[in-house]
C-alpha cells in the first residue's frame, strides 16, 4: 500500500516562522468520491502569502494548527470521477503539501501543457497574471514613467519589471543583497536596482529616481512602503500586492505617510488580488506566452526536489534566499 | 492712516499648537500694483489644513515662521488696478490673516454675492465641492452602500454625510462628543453618530455598521481610520480628504493595516483635494444649491468676530470643539 507523505502545520507561529512548526506525518492514500479526482502532487508553488494565511483569515480561511499546510500546486489527475478530467490531465490545485489529494472538480484548474511543465506555476497560473494586470490593470503604467517594484528578485516582482520595460517604463527593482540587484540589471534589464539592507538605502533609492516615482508595485509593505512614500510623485499609483515585511512577524507595524501624503499628492493605493481578473486571463496569457516566445521576458526558477523540503523552502523564501518562483518538485 | 493689523506665526510649533505661536502685528495697508487689486477682508475660513501647512509644503508652500498666518478667506475689492476685478466685486483668495491685502487677479476667484454671504465660505469656496467630490467622484458611493465620515460635525463632514443621505446611503458620523453626536443624528438626519472618545468607540463603529463599511470619507487618519479599514467591505473606497490626528503632534504615527488589509479586501485609498475637479465646479455648485434651497442640506456655520480671534478659533478646531464651517469676521 502506499502511503501519502504531508506535511502538517503543528502550531500557528506567533512570531517568525520556524522548522518547529511543522511535521512530516504519512497518512493513506485518499479515495476519490463521485464528482473528485485523485491527484497526483507534481510541484508545489511557495509564495509569501502562504505564510500571511497563518495568521488569519485573508482571501482564503486561515490554514489551522493540526491540518496539512495548504498551498497552490501543479498535480496530474490519476484517476478521476469527475466529468471534464481525465487520467493524464494536469491541473492547478491547492493541493495543500502532500503527494496525494481528493478533490472536487469546481476545487481545479485545467491546464495546457507547456515546455517546461514548471511554467504552469512560474508564469501561468499565479505569478504572470498577477505581475500583468497589478502592473497593468491597477497601477495603470504607461511608457516614460518610473514604475518601482519590491521583492524585485521574487517571482512576481522579476516579472513585474520586465513588463513594465516592455511597456516603455523606466524600471527600478528594490531587493536584498548587492547580487541580487546586479541580477535585476545584468541579467533582467532593469534600469536601477536598489538594496533595501544597505544603510544608504534612502539616498539609493533617490539616486535611482530622479524624476520621482509614478508606479509602486508593492510586495513588501513596512518600512520599504514607508520610504516610497516620500519619492512619489503626484497622482502616483500603488497597486498593493502583499506585505510580506508584515507577515513573519508579531508586531506589524503601520505606515507612516498614510494618509498624509496621499492626500498631499493625491494618490491612490489600490489592493488586489489574481482572481480578481480571471475574466481577462486568457489576454495575458496570450501576451506572457508571446513575449517569453520572442526573449522579452525571462522566467527564473528556484526549484527544490523533495516534500520534506517544503518548510525550510517557505522559511527561506521569507528571508528573501530564493531568486524567481520557488518550487519544490514533489513526485 | 489707517492700519492693517495681521496676525503672524511667530515660530513653527513642533508639537501642539498654541497662542504662544502668534501674535498681532500692524503694518501698512499696501498699494496695488498694476495687475492687483486691494482687498478688504471681510471672513477667514479656517480648516485643519492650516495646521498642516506649517509642518512643510503640502498641496503649497509651506507657512514659515515670521510671516502672515495664511488663510483662504472671502474679501471685497475696494481698489483695483487689475482688469476684470472692479471695486465692490467680491472674491476668495488666500489673503492671509489681515485685514487688507494686495494681490495680482491670478490669485483671486471672483465670486456672485449670495444670501447670506458667508455660504460662500461655508458651503461653494470650500467645503461644499470638497464633500461632493470626495464622496461622489472618490469613493463613488452609491445608494445602498453604508457610508462612514470622520471629523463628521465638521465643515466638510456634516456636508458629506447630508449628500450621503440625498444620495440614499447608509450614513453614520464619526464625531468627538455625545452632543455632537446627538447633532449629527437629530438635527442632519444621519442613520448613526459614533463618538470616538467613548471607551468602546470600536463597539459602537460595530454596532452602527452592522453590514460592514463600503465607503469611508477620511478627515483624520490615525486610529480612527484604522478601526474603520478592519471593517471596511470587499471593494471598499477611502476618500482621503485630510488627517487632522496627525497634523498638530511632534509624533505622527503610522497606521496598520495598510497594506495588509488593502490587499486582503481589495480596497481602495485615494488623496484628493478640491482644487483637482475645478473642471466640474459648476455642476456641484448647482446641486448644492438647489439641494439648499428644497431644504436638504442644512448648511452649520461656527461664526467668531474680530481678527485677534483667528489664532484660538484654529487651536479649538484642532481640538475639535467647533461645529460646522468655523469662520471668523474680521471687518
Same mark, same amino acid.
Request: net charge neutral; aromatic share 6%; charged share 20%.
Given at each position: 500500500?502506499?502511503?501519502?507523505?504531508?506535511?502538517?502545520?503543528?502550531?500557528?507561529?506567533?512570531?517568525?516562522?520556524?522548522?518547529?512548526?511543522?511535521?512530516?506525518?504519512?497518512?493513506?492514500?485518499?479515495?476519490?468520491?463521485?464528482?473528485?479526482?485523485?491527484?497526483?502532487?507534481?510541484?508545489?508553488?511557495?509564495?509569501?502569502?502562504?505564510?500571511?494565511? *497563518?495568521?488569519?483569515?485573508?482571501?482564503?480561511?486561515?490554514?489551522?494548527?493540526?491540518?496539512? *499546510?495548504?498551498?497552490?500546486?501543479?498535480?496530474?489527475?490519476?484517476?478521476?470521477?469527475?466529468?471534464?478530467?481525465?487520467?493524464?490531465?494536469? $491541473?492547478?490545485?491547492?493541493?495543500?503539501?502532500?503527494?496525494?489529494?481528493?478533490?472536487?472538480?469546481?476545487?481545479?484548474?485545467?491546464?495546457?501543457?507547456?515546455?517546461?511543465?514548471?511554467?504552469?506555476?512560474?508564469?501561468?497560473? %499565479?505569478?504572470?497574471?498577477?505581475?500583468?494586470?497589478?502592473?497593468?490593470?491597477?497601477?495603470?503604467?504607461?511608457?516614460?514613467?518610473? %514604475?518601482?517594484?519590491?521583492?524585485?528578485?521574487?517571482?512576481?516582482?522579476?516579472?513585474?519589471?520586465?513588463?513594465?520595460?516592455?511597456?516603455?517604463?523606466?524600471?527600478?527593482?528594490?531587493?536584498?543583497?548587492?547580487?541580487?540587484?546586479?541580477?535585476?540589471?545584468?541579467?533582467?534589464?532593469?534600469?536601477?536596482? $536598489?538594496?533595501?539592507?544597505?544603510?544608504?538605502?534612502?539616498?539609493?533609492?533617490?539616486?535611482?529616481?530622479?524624476?520621482?516615482?509614478?508606479?509602486?508595485?508593492?510586495?513588501?509593505?513596512?518600512? $520599504?512602503?514607508?520610504?516610497?512614500?516620500?519619492? *512619489?510623485?503626484?497622482?502616483?499609483?500603488?497597486?498593493?500586492?502583499?506585505? %510580506?515585511?508584515?507577515?513573519?512577524?508579531?508586531?506589524?507595524?503601520?505606515?507612516?505617510?498614510?494618509?498624509?501624503?496621499? %492626500?498631499?499628492?493625491?494618490?491612490?493605493?489600490?489592493?488586489?488580488?489574481? *482572481?480578481?481578473?480571471?475574466?481577462?486571463?486568457?489576454?495575458?496569457?496570450?501576451?506572457?506566452?508571446?513575449?517569453?516566445?520572442?526573449?522579452?521576458?525571462?522566467?527564473?526558477?528556484? $526549484?527544490?526536489?523533495?516534500?520534506?523540503?517544503?518548510?525550510?523552502?517557505?522559511?527561506?523564501?521569507?528571508?528573501?534566499?530564493?531568486?524567481?518562483?520557488?518550487?519544490?518538485?514533489?513526485?
Amino acid at each position: 500500500m502506499v502511503a501519502n507523505r504531508q506535511i502538517h502545520l503543528v502550531e500557528t507561529p506567533k512570531g517568525k516562522l520556524g522548522p518547529e512548526h511543522f511535521h512530516l506525518a504519512e497518512a493513506t492514500v485518499p479515495a476519490p468520491k463521485a464528482g473528485e479526482v485523485l491527484l497526483k502532487v507534481l510541484y508545489v508553488g511557495l509564495d509569501a502569502a502562504n505564510r500571511a494565511w *497563518m495568521q488569519g483569515a485573508t482571501y482564503r480561511n486561515a490554514v489551522e494548527a493540526g491540518t496539512v *499546510m495548504a498551498g497552490g500546486a501543479l498535480a496530474e489527475v490519476i484517476e478521476s470521477k469527475a466529468s471534464g478530467f481525465a487520467v493524464g490531465d494536469v $491541473v492547478f490545485a491547492d493541493t495543500g503539501w502532500q503527494e496525494y489529494a481528493a478533490l472536487p472538480a469546481e476545487a481545479l484548474t485545467k491546464l495546457a501543457r507547456v515546455e517546461p511543465l514548471t511554467h504552469l506555476l512560474s508564469l501561468y497560473a %499565479v505569478s504572470g497574471p498577477t505581475a500583468y494586470f497589478g502592473l497593468l490593470k491597477v497601477a495603470r503604467a504607461v511608457a516614460g514613467e518610473t %514604475v518601482v517594484v519590491s521583492a524585485a528578485a521574487g517571482s512576481v516582482g522579476s516579472l513585474v519589471g520586465q513588463i513594465a520595460k516592455i511597456k516603455g517604463c523606466h524600471v527600478v527593482g528594490i531587493a536584498g543583497g548587492a547580487e541580487k540587484c546586479r541580477w535585476l540589471v545584468d541579467e533582467l534589464g532593469f534600469d536601477g536596482a $536598489v538594496d533595501y539592507k544597505a544603510g544608504d538605502f534612502h539616498k539609493q533609492l533617490k539616486a535611482a529616481t530622479p524624476k520621482g516615482i509614478d508606479v509602486y508595485f508593492d510586495n513588501v509593505g513596512g518600512d $520599504v512602503l514607508e520610504a516610497v512614500l516620500f519619492r *512619489m510623485n503626484m497622482k502616483g499609483r500603488i497597486a498593493c500586492c502583499g506585505a %510580506v515585511s508584515q507577515y513573519d512577524t508579531a508586531t506589524p507595524r503601520g505606515v507612516r505617510g498614510v494618509p498624509g501624503l496621499l %492626500v498631499v499628492k493625491r494618490l491612490r493605493m489600490e489592493g488586489f488580488i489574481v *482572481m480578481d481578473f480571471q475574466a481577462d486571463a486568457a489576454v495575458a496569457a496570450a501576451d506572457l506566452k508571446s513575449w517569453v516566445a520572442a526573449g522579452k521576458l525571462k522566467v527564473q526558477e528556484d $526549484v527544490l526536489v523533495g516534500l520534506e523540503h517544503l518548510p525550510q523552502a517557505l522559511i527561506g523564501l521569507l528571508s528573501g534566499e530564493n531568486r524567481g518562483k520557488r518550487i519544490v518538485k514533489v513526485a
